[in-house]
């Protein structure tokens, strides 16, 4: 099994542990410590259940012992596919516990997804629920075993819940794990084909999501609402649900981002601080007008994943009755926030600046010479919570990263005073669509699998709701098949729903000099400008 590993230059590291960053902490150490401070705190609110610091412990302890109890072996990945609800936490709180590595995934992604991840990680588990929002995962898991051999255990959730509320024997922390050490896998977002797995460490991660918290003032008054899926980094520790738990505050697992759903939840629980894309923050800046409700404890909406334009980033406050906080962050690490207390202007206009002094965040042109602030340019950037090195991907590392560890974002931003940064565009080939990242390429080489594609280029076009939409250009090989068809070929492939094109238009040819590999960067541009032109007339 190929090692988990993500590594700095010593004299960074050392740095990083000089200024108090690194603390030596893992992720059960410091819920041990809280749940020895307060025992009886509500920690997790979701579904039916309601669990104080204690019980998370508690819980926490049932799965790790299930889980060394079917053989697993510390350093083990453990692929986790689950949605908002209680479980997640205790079931990768067991998993730190007995030293396993989870893998985390999207409830969204399919088998081709979760194959690749398997396979990239060698898993050897894979915990789910039996069914969320009417799918059968089951089914999946029984597929999935089919084609990966490795993957001997499949934990469905459902069938242990009820063990969980039987004390089981205390499972120390296995003395292997050190802080340095991987303490789970996250997914990329896939700007360039299949998504790449993410090592992060105890000492980053925890920083991360402990810097946010302060960041974000949250205490053990505070009521953290993860709205969007939980495995996704920005509800997981931006200050997310690892944060909260890291200051004592309570969270609440929301099973949909829905307004009337969210909304019940925020006046039930009295929720003050929750995450959003920029779609969903529309959505409910526009049901909060009409809504029964009483969401007046929400005190901060945070906005990231993808632009918010500032006309609405301006309506939050009056509509939402609440402080916007705007989050610009990234798998790889880096997180910018603009600060509770900073101006409207800066709040509306930017997506925040670096949380650590010690993230170097470094803005260039096209010759790699840094621009001056004001000028938009490429970011790359390092510190004490941005990786080094993609898991077992030369390719992408070469690509990705600088010789002196910088990681080149593929976002274009600009800098104004104070660090804060304005995200003006990208260079890479994904799709932001509503905060999830489409790789073209990815989808592209889908397309070509179906016997009546000669050739396909998938490219972003702007929407008015999901920011973003994605847009296949198709040259059919002879007759052409129906856009509707061929949807549901890229969906039969095993893909999460939201990769399947929004819009397929076939065209008899592509430029001639834009075609081939090299060029498709340049293929993609000139037929989204060609798109936008011809929508205008
Ligand atoms: C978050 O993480 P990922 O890994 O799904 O996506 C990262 C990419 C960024 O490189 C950027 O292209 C885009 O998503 N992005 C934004 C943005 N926040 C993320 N683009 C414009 N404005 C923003 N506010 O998306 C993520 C991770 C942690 C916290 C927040 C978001």
């Known amino acids: ?177 050190q802080s340095t050490d991987v303490a789970f896998v996250q997914i990329s977002g896939g700007s360039t084909g299949l998504s790449k797995l993410i090592p992060r460490t105890h000492d980053d991660y925890i920083y991360s999501f402990r810097a946010s918290a302060e960041i974000c003032g949250l205490d053990e008054t505070s009521v953290y609402m993860a709205a969007l899926p939980v495995a996704h980094n920005f509800p997981m520790s931006s200050p997310g649900v690892f944060g909260a738990l890291y200051a004592g505050s309570r969270v609440v697992l929301c099973p949909s981002p829905a307004a009337d759903v969210a909304f019940a939840m925020i006046e039930q629980e009295r929720v003050t601080i929750t995450g959003l894309v920029p779609p969903l923050a529309l959505l409910w800046m526009q049901a909060a007008a009409t809504t029964q409700r009483d969401i007046s404890s929400l005190k901060v909406l945070q906005v990231g994943g993808a632009k918010f334009i500032p006309e609405a980033a301006a309506r939050v406050k009056t509509a939402l009755g609440c402080t916007l906080q705007q989050v610009f962050g990234m798998a790889e690490g880096l997180v910018n926030y603009t600060r509770l207390d900073d101006p409207d202007d800066v709040v509306i206009n930017t997506q925040g600046r670096a949380i650590s002094p010690d993230d170097e965040v470094l803005i260039v042109d096209d010759l790699g010479n840094p621009v001056r602030d004001g000028e938009p340019g490429m970011l790359l950037t390092r510190g004490p919570y941005t990786i080094n090195a993609y898991h077992n991907d030369d390719p992408a590392n070469a690509r990705s990263f600088t010789d002196d560890g910088y990681y080149r974002t593929g976002d274009i931003v600009f800098r104004s005073p104070g660090g804060y940064l304005t995200v003006c565009g990208r260079t890479g080939d994904h799709i932001n669509r509503s905060g999830e990242k489409i790789s073209a390429e990815e989808i592209e080489d889908h397309l070509l699998a179906h016997a009546s594609v000669f050739d396909a280029a998938v490219v972003s076009i702007p929407d008015a709701y999901l920011g973003e939409r994605s847009c296949a250009f198709v040259i059919p090989t002879g007759e052409k098949p129906k856009g509707a068809a061929l949807k549901a070929f890229v969906r039969s492939r095993g893909l999460a729903e939201f990769k399947v094109p929004d819009q397929i238009v076939f065209v008899e040819a592509f430029e001639t000099t834009a075609v081939g590999k090299t060029s498709r960067k340049f293929l993609r541009q000139r037929l989204r400008e060609q798109f936008l032109k011809t929508a205008e007339l």
């Not at 108090?20 to 609110?45: C, K, N």
């Not at 991840?117 to 789910?128: G, L, T």
Request: net charge negative.
């Open 1 to 177: 099994m190929l090692e988990l590993k993500q590594e700095w230059p010593e004299e960074r590291a050392a740095r990083y542990r000089d200024a108090g960053y690194w603390r030596g902490e893992t992720m059960s150490g410091f819920l041990d410590q809280r749940a020895a401070e307060i025992p009886d705190h509500i920690a997790v609110v979701g579904g039916l259940e309601r669990w104080t610091y204690a019980d998370l412990v508690r819980k926490a302890q049932h799965y790790a012992a299930t889980f060394l109890g079917l053989g697993l072996l510390p350093g083990d990945r453990v692929i986790v596919q689950l949605p908002n609800i209680p479980e997640f936490l205790s079931v990768v709180f067991g998993l730190f516990r007995a030293g396993l590595i989870p893998v985390f995934t999207l409830p969204a992604h399919r088998l081709t997804e979760i194959l690749h991840f398997a396979e990239k990680s060698e898993a050897s588990a894979y915990v789910i629920t039996a069914t969320h929002d009417g799918f059968d995962y089951r089914g999946l898991a029984a597929e999935l075993q089919k084609q990966s051999p490795g993957l001997h255990h499949v934990v469905v959730v459902d069938d242990v819940r009820e063990a969980a509320e039987t004390p089981s024997a205390l499972v120390g922390l296995p003395a292997s794990v």
